[in-house]
T-cell receptor
């Protein structure tokens, strides 16, 4: 059974550019969440998508957005990149069924470097 | 509000010795607690979880965790550490209403020396 797949693994972008990250969840999982990991702030929740709808949102500026497709694959977009956006972006998938849903499964992440 | 705290940035143990990585929690309602491990430049790997039931939870790679309600703790343990256990360990709690939102601790770097 394939795990969570994130592409690309590494990205280098210039300030002011925009970037799109992709996440394919485990087959059958309908919930996809995104996290930003930095040495200073640790792991922070960005947003969660379920059945193509954003269900939860963290405290990030509007430059961070996402979407989910009918096959549950998700993309995350960051516009007008800033140096502080350099981070490891992690995607997590789960069934999304509610309380009986427990652990989330994470991808290997996309390492974004903004120069 | 849901939160977890990992009081130690780093834990050093010798191979073969028991290890403990500490975590305390603060939650509303019943806690859904988790431990994840992260190797360099990799994502998070699930180790174990506490939902309800026995206070001693067994997980992957010989790890276990003890849930202590009176001390609001969920410490990760292993009887005999391996050098390959060296990694970054995260304690996490699920959101009370946002079930797919995890609140993570700051992480503890485990160093196991040969």
């Amino acid at each position: 059974k394939a795990g969570v797949t994130q592409t690309p693994r590494y990205l280098i972008k210039t300030r002011g550019q925009q970037v799109t990250l992709s996440c394919s969840p485990i087959s059958g999982h309908r919930s996809v969440s995104w996290y930003q990991q930095t040495p200073g702030q640790g792991l922070q929740f960005l947003f969660e998508y379920f059945s193509e709808t954003q269900r939860n949102k963290g405290n990030f500026p509007g430059r961070f957005s996402g979407r989910q497709f009918s096959n549950s694959r998700s993309e995350m977009n960051v516009s007008t990149l800033e140096l502080g956006d350099s981070a490891l972006y992690l995607c997590a998938s789960s069934w999304g069924r509610g309380q009986e849903d427990t652990e989330a499964f994470f991808g290997q992440g996309t390492r974004l470097t903004v120069v | 509000a849901q939160s977890v705290a990992q009081p130690e940035d780093q834990v050093n143990v010798a191979e073969g010795n028991p290890l403990t990585v500490k975590c305390t929690y603060s939650v509303s309602g019943n806690p859904y607690l988790f431990w994840y491990v992260q190797y360099p430049n990799r994502g998070l790997q699930f180790l174990l979880k506490y939902i309800t039931g026995d206070n001693l939870v067994k997980g992957s790679y010989g790890f276990e965790a003890e849930f202590n309600k009176s001390q609001t703790s969920f410490h990760l343990k292993k009887p005999s550490a391996l050098v390959s256990d060296s990694a970054l360990y995260f304690c996490a709690v699920r959101g009370l209403y946002n079930f797919n939102k995890f609140y993570f601790g700051s992480g503890t770097k485990l160093n196991v020396k040969p």
